[in-house]
């Protein structure tokens, strides 16, 4: 069939209305909270210490209603000298940064508000504001722990970004909860990679990225799918006895001797893009439970996701009839495309 075929990667996925950003409240902040969810004293030290005149703040839809507010207070905090300007339309997905609208107005810094995919950027630096949701402390420590009796695997903690702020405080309420009820549990936590950008670190980071080790197709699903494994596998670099991963904005740890198929994942956060990104890549590991803190509530049910890897593992399938395979990639709104083509050509060769 001569018909185009699309393997829509886990952030182009289509949600319910219902993904919103944590940032944004049902009720416009007050001005005192401008400061505190939007961290402006932090983007003004950044802007400051690199002496930036000219900065665009990219905001996605959802947090347009509090651009003119947010900027205000920067400017107040920068105190003159720096020319900001709003992106709102952005010319690629809202997760990543728009250095092409960014170019228009030479903006020499973006500073990216909501949710990000933490794509690499080209040629502009970039910070990153990714808020400060509310987090149910005691009640996701208490499900934390329960998954961790109900389990012989040890746990890995994962979240959007938007919850990283409280994993501190989850660990502390944790490990305090263990000892008054002499619980030893395994539990491993994913930090936050970092919240600034600049087109040399990217670069760097993204050369060092390597295959990690191990199979990845869901069981029950065809064994001879090991290859698509490979093409959805994240980040990965052998440090030492230690394999580090990098996945979504968020990095961890596990030791070389083990594989990410030997952990229980605990995921907090919306059934959105980012919980897609992590249950589709590592989607032969046990998810333990997600933890959606907008309804307060727990679910394990993640066979919506396993329905979109299945079509996939059939699209790969019938990709592999074809005799011409044509790319298509976003320059405008990404990195190092070039490498990446380049090694999504070797497999092509390979196979």
């Known amino acids: ?26 009720n416009p902040p007050a001005m005192d909270d401008i400061s505190s969810r939007y961290e402006i004293p932090r983007t003004a030290e950044f802007l400051r210490g690199r002496a930036y005149t000219r900065v665009a703040l990219q905001f996605p839809d959802e947090l347009l209603k509090d651009a003119p507010a ?38 020499q ?15 502009l630096p970039a910070f990153f504001v990714f808020g400060k949701a509310p987090l149910d402390i005691s009640l996701c420590c208490r499900s934390l722990l329960d998954c961790s009796r109900e ?20 660990k502390r309420a944790t490990m305090e909860l263990c000892k008054s009820d002499c619980q030893n549990s395994e539990i491993h936590y994913a930090e936050v990679l970092c ?8 670069s760097t980071a993204e050369e060092q990225c390597s295959q990690s080790n191990g199979s990845t197709h869901n069981d029950g699903l065809p064994a001879d799918n090991d290859d698509l494994a490979t093409l959805v596998n994240n980040c990965c670099n052998v440090e030492g006895s230690t394999r580090k991963y990098n996945l979504g904005g968020l990095t961890w740890r596990v030791s070389t001797d083990e594989k990410m198929d030997d952990y229980l994942l605990y995921w907090i956060g919306q059934d959105n893009s980012a919980f897609a990104n992590i249950a589709l ?18 679910s394990r ?25 044509g790319i298509l990639v976003g320059t405008l709104g990404v990195g190092m495309y070039i490498v990446t083509f380049n090694i999504e050509n070797s497999y092509a060769n390979v196979r």
């Open 151 to 170: 389990s012989s695997k040890p746990v890995l903690v994962l979240c959007g970004l938007e919850y990283a702020h409280a994993l501190d405080d989850l």
């Open 70 to 107: 947010v900027a205000r207070a920067l400017r107040a905090e920068l105190g003159g000298g720096a020319k900001l300007f709003v992106m709102a339309d952005t010319a690629y997905n809202s997760c990543c940064v728009d250095e092409v609208g960014a170019s228009n107005i030479d903006a």
């Open 109 to 123: 810094c973006v500073v990216h508000y909501g949710h990000s995919c933490m794509s690499p950027t080209s040629n």
């Open 301 to 325: 049910d993640v066979s919506h996701l396993m329905k979109i890897l299945r079509r996939r593992y059939y699209l790969v399938e019938k990709a592999k009839d074809a005799n011409i395979v």
């Open 1 to 26: 069939s001569s018909l185009p075929i699309r393997l829509s990667s886990p952030a182009a996925l289509h949600f319910p209305p219902s993904e919103r950003n944590s940032l944004s409240p049902v």
């Open 281 to 298: 890549t590592f989607n032969k590991c046990d998810i333990a439970v997600r933890y959606d803190t907008a309804a307060n509530q727990f």
């Open 195 to 202: 919240s600034e950008m600049s087109p040399s670190s990217s």
